[in-house]
């Protein structure tokens, strides 16, 4: 499974947009780009998932260059309740592959 | 759809007592489900991937004699903590995957807070 790296924490204000950048230097080609969120006390929810390029959907985008070594997650105008932790997560999910979690990004958004 | 539950939510026992931990894909056949645990601001670790009808496989330096997972059907898996101690109150996180083979992606259920006194 490619390791990923991710800042450790980010913090922004209302309105704002947000990018949470991962690096997957070894990632393989059969490999996705999956990100979750995670509040506390609660099991990760799916943001979206890529393979290459752009991908857009109702919460946010996901940007992944042509060599795919890292990605990008966006989030437009976060709000308060967009606090939470970001996973990046790097894995073949054709095959049924078990998600290795990094430590993630610890998200705060204030007023 | 694609909900996945885990019953109970929280659970508080006291030392040498087993705990069972429930989880449901409820409106999906989940052909693998997998455990995690989570300790406070840590991030999820694997424990053990269930195939529905055969044995679970064990991450390293998880004891599978002490965290019993039995996947009986498509539905539900099953993990028992046997003998808790202290050192197992964790949060307990199960997801089941579609096994749809274009985009297996893995639900999550709520959770399960385990407290052993």
């Known amino acids: 499974l490619a390791k990923t790296t991710q800042p450790i924490s980010m913090d922004s204000y209302e309105g704002q947009e947000v990018n949470i950048t991962c690096s997957h230097n070894?990632?393989?080609?059969?490999?996705?780009i999956t990100w979750y969120q995670q509040f506390p006390s609660q099991g990760p929810r799916f943001i979206i998932q890529g393979y290459k390029t752009k991908v857009t959907n109702e919460v946010a985008s996901l940007f992944i260059p042509a060599d795919r070594k890292s990605s990008t997650l966006s989030l437009p105008r976060v709000s308060l309740s967009d606090t939470a932790v970001y996973y990046c997560?790097?894995?073949?999910?054709?095959?049924?592959?078990?998600?290795?979690f990094g430590k993630g990004t610890s998200l705060l958004v204030t007023p | 759809g694609a909900v996945v539950s885990q019953h109970p939510s929280r659970v508080i026992c006291k030392s040498g007592t087993s705990v069972k931990i429930e989880c449901r894909s409820l409106?999906?056949?989940?052909?693998?489900m997998f455990w995690y645990r989570q300790f406070p601001k840590k991030s999820l670790m694997l424990m053990a991937t269930?195939?529905?009808?055969?044995?679970?496989?064990?991450e390293q330096g998880v004891e599978k004699d002490k965290f019993l997972i039995n996947h009986a059907s498509l539905t539900l898996s099953t993990l028992t903590v046997t003998s808790a101690h202290p050192e197992d109150s964790s949060f307990y996180i199960c997801?089941?995957?579609?096994?749809?083979?274009?985009?297996?992606?893995?639900?999550f259920g709520p959770g399960t807070r385990l407290t052993v006194l």
């Open positions: 997560l790097v894995g073949d999910t054709a095959s049924g592959y078990a998600l290795n």
């Open positions: 997801s089941a995957q579609t096994g749809t083979r274009s985009y297996n992606e893995q639900f």
């Open positions: 269930s195939n529905e009808g055969s044995k679970a496989t064990y």
């Open positions: 409106d999906f056949q989940a052909t693998t």
């Open positions: 070894n990632i393989a080609t059969n490999d996705y």
